[in-house]
């Protein structure tokens, strides 16, 4: 769950404004939503062939939609994804168990009303009215040994460290466990400026304690400080330096490894959220790699879409064309706009692959997705990896690969 932030609710206590968030969905949470589609399908596939029962936690869960846009179509939230999925698995014999933790009342309403209707008899989905901090860990245990999946979507800085390695902790061992935590970067940059500040209020120090418990210490109000002064880097550097610290330390922590997938409110906007993914099975990268890749791709049209829709409107009445024309040209530029990046990605993760090859005679792609891709993570995906491969291969650079096997199990030899 996503929110607009002022001064005083970025620490994630005195949020007042969700109702208007779900009024409609935003473009960060469009790209948000599809990439968590696209990678809960094949996540709850591949783990069903080993267990009959997955459960999903969505520990900010909001209302479960949005309102209708001016379509009049209501946009799907999370919980929705969620009980949309376990109703097709359901027909192939997998029990996918939505649990959803919200302290909202009102939109507590709303999911109950939700989960009734995709589950009248209600054995698959739970609602909870309440903070995650307090129910987190306890919903981890009900999953028992059974593959479980949190999705963690706070506002602001609204969960602690502690409790994120709690839930993980009171897992079985050797259970099937995976986070998506939507990490705010934003926060943490505005809540970063207050470091500097002489003279901070009460209310200021509070906040930037709260900050301390999501991360896990104060140990990132010296880190913030030193990339942006002595590095001479913006904010914004300075919180994905935090963001990949924090990464470091939660696998310290639990030995969960991790991806981020930057979130924008626009392609050349700086990145508001880190999408994060810990995981510990070494499929997991490239198959949210390739959720990513799809996700963004959708979010590109949507944007385009928008784009289109707001140049039409300031153009009015008076036109020498009907609209369909338009969008039948707004089609082919995109066309156009995404066969030209898919040729650079191509061609950047042909250079990062002939670098890293050039330092080391094996790249196994379990370990190494994210510095093959490079720039290009989230963007592209297998379909590029494999035409990068082939054609390092035929320059004789490195090995041809193998039409066989998954991706995550190749190596790229030299």
């Given at each position: 769950?996503?929110?607009?932030?002022?001064?005083?609710?970025?620490?994630?206590?005195?949020?007042?404004?969700?109702?208007?968030?779900?009024?409609?969905?935003?473009?960060?949470?469009?790209?948000?939503?599809?990439?968590?589609?696209?990678y809960?399908?094949?996540?709850?596939?591949?783990?069903?062939?080993?267990?009959?029962?997955?459960?999903?936690?969505?520990?900010?869960?909001?209302?479960g939609?949005?309102d209708?846009?001016?379509?009049?179509?209501?946009?799907?939230?999370?919980?929705?994804?969620?009980?949309?999925?376990?109703?097709?698995?359901?027909?192939?014999?997998?029990?996918v168990?939505?649990?959803?933790?919200?302290?909202?009342?009102?939109?507590?309403?709303?999911?109950?009303?939700?989960?009734?209707?995709?589950?009248?008899?209600?054995?698959?989905?739970?609602?909870?009215?309440?903070?995650?901090?307090?129910?987190?860990?306890?919903?981890?245990?009900?999953?028992?040994?059974?593959?479980?999946?949190?999705?963690?979507?706070?506002?602001?800085?609204?969960?602690?460290?502690?409790t994120?390695t709690?839930?993980v902790?009171?897992?079985?061992?050797?259970?099937?466990?995976?986070?998506l935590?939507?990490?705010?970067?934003?926060?943490?940059?505005?809540?970063?400026g207050?470091?500097?500040?002489?003279?901070?209020?009460?209310?200021?120090?509070?906040?930037?304690t709260?900050?301390?418990?999501?991360?896990?210490?104060?140990?990132?109000?010296?880190?913030?400080?030193t990339?942006?002064d002595?590095?001479?880097?913006?904010a914004?550097?300075?919180?994905?330096?935090?963001?990949?610290?924090?990464?470091?330390?939660?696998y310290?922590?639990?030995?969960?490894?991790?991806?981020?997938?930057?979130?924008?409110?626009?392609?050349?906007?700086?990145?508001?959220?880190?999408?994060?993914?810990?995981?510990?099975?070494?499929?997991a990268?490239?198959?949210?790699?390739?959720?990513?890749?799809?996700?963004?791709?959708?979010?590109?049209?949507?944007?385009?879409?928008?784009?289109?829709?707001?140049?039409?409107e300031?153009?009015?009445?008076?036109?020498?064309?009907?609209s369909?024309?338009?969008?039948?040209?707004?089609?082919s530029?995109?066309?156009?706009?995404?066969?030209?990046?898919?040729?650079?990605?191509?061609?950047?993760?042909?250079?990062?692959?002939?670098?890293?090859?050039?330092?080391?005679s094996?790249l196994?792609?379990a370990?190494?997705?994210?510095?093959?891709?490079?720039?290009?993570?989230a963007?592209?995906?297998?379909?590029?990896?494999?035409?990068?491969?082939d054609?390092?291969?035929?320059?004789?650079?490195?090995?041809?690969?193998?039409?066989?096997?998954r991706?995550?199990?190749?190596?790229?030899?030299?």
């Open positions: 769950m996503l929110t607009r932030f002022t001064p005083h609710n970025l620490d994630g206590e005195h949020v007042t404004k969700t109702d208007a968030f779900f009024q409609s969905q935003k473009p960060a949470a469009v790209l948000k939503h599809a990439l968590l589609h696209r809960l399908t094949p996540y709850v596939t591949m783990l069903g062939s080993f267990s009959q029962h997955i459960w999903l936690v969505d520990a900010y869960a909001g209302p939609t949005y209708a846009d001016e379509t009049g179509k209501g946009t799907p939230g999370s919980p929705k994804i969620i009980c949309d999925l376990a109703t097709a698995q359901a027909e192939r014999g997998l029990h168990h939505g649990t959803f933790i919200e302290r909202d009342p009102i939109h507590v309403q709303r999911l109950r009303s939700l989960v009734s209707q995709a589950d009248p008899a209600h054995e698959r989905h739970t609602v909870i009215e309440g903070d995650a901090q307090e129910h987190l860990e306890a919903v981890s245990n009900r999953a028992g040994s059974d593959p479980l999946l949190l999705f963690l979507d706070p506002f602001g800085t609204g969960l602690s460290f502690a994120l709690a839930a902790r009171a897992r079985p061992a050797g259970a099937s466990t995976e986070i935590l939507n990490f705010n970067l934003e926060a943490v940059w505005r809540i970063g207050l470091l500097n500040h002489e003279g901070r209020s009460l209310a200021d120090e509070k906040t930037l709260r900050v301390d418990g999501f991360l896990g210490g104060t140990w990132w109000r010296e880190h913030f400080v990339v942006r002595e590095h001479a880097a913006s914004a550097a300075a919180a994905r330096s935090v963001a990949s610290q924090f990464r470091a330390r939660v310290n922590e639990i030995g969960l490894r991790s991806l981020a997938v930057p979130i924008r409110r626009r392609p050349n906007h700086e990145p508001l959220f880190l999408l994060t993914l810990f995981y510990t099975h070494p499929a990268p490239a198959t949210f790699i390739e959720a990513a890749s799809g996700a963004n791709q959708e979010w590109r049209a949507y944007n385009r879409q928008r784009d289109l829709e707001a140049e039409l300031r153009i009015g009445e008076g036109r020498l064309f009907p369909e024309w338009d969008q039948e040209l707004s089609d530029e995109l066309e156009r706009v995404e066969t030209e990046l898919e040729s650079e990605w191509v061609a950047q993760i042909v250079e990062n692959i002939r670098r890293h090859a050039q330092e080391r094996e196994p792609l370990d190494t997705l994210p510095l093959i891709y490079g720039e290009t993570l963007l592209a995906r297998t379909k590029h990896l494999r035409q990068a491969w054609q390092l291969a035929t320059e004789g650079v490195v090995q041809p690969r193998t039409t066989r096997g991706l995550w199990k190749l190596v790229i030899r030299r």
